[in-house]
């Protein structure tokens, strides 16, 4: 049986800030009082363009400042693969997690973050490189 997509993950961050009355500017703002501040230009980029993969620190920020639970944004953001076409992988990985205690589950986005910022370097570094190949 197949399932209805999910829905995109920069119409849910639209959806929710317009249903709460907030622009862009606004979550930046409150996004600021809990630590990092996510740009509101930044904002606008996740709700329009479907390519763009932001950062967990990001996430969080973007969470605190449309006062929703980081856990929703984090799964709306990974969730844009339906749940019967997750890997194993992808589930095990995710059971783990939600054994780990909170400082466990900081220190391992951590790590996800750096090899996800080593993969974007690598895939650039290719493309650059296919570019001056030609």
């Known amino acids: 049986m197949d399932r209805a997509s999910p829905e995109p993950f920069g119409d ?7 249903s709460k009355n907030l622009s862009c500017a606004d979550v930046s ?4 009082r809990f630590g990092k501040r996510i740009a509101g230009g930044y904002v ?9 993969k932001p950062s967990v620190d990001r996430l969080v920020a973007l969470a605190r400042g449309l006062d929703v639970s980081v ?3 984090l ?4 969730g844009s693969v339906p749940l019967s076409e997750r890997t ?3 589930l095990r990985l995710l059971a783990k997690f939600r054994e780990l205690p909170p400082q466990r589950r900081k220190a391992l986005l951590t790590i996800i973050d750096a090899l996800y ?3 974007l370097n690598s895939i650039f570094l290719r493309a650059v490189t296919e570019q001056e190949n030609r």
Request: proline letters at 3%; hydrophobic letters at 25%; charged letters at 50%.
């Open 44 to 52: 606008n980029r996740i709700e329009n363009d479907p390519h763009l």
């Open 12 to 18: 849910y961050v639209r959806r929710t800030r317009r």
């Open 29 to 32: 703002r409150r996004s600021a």
């Open 71 to 73: 856990e929703d944004v």
């Open 75 to 78: 799964a709306r953001a990974i």
């Open 88 to 90: 194993d992988d992808e």
């Open 117 to 119: 910022s080593q993969e």
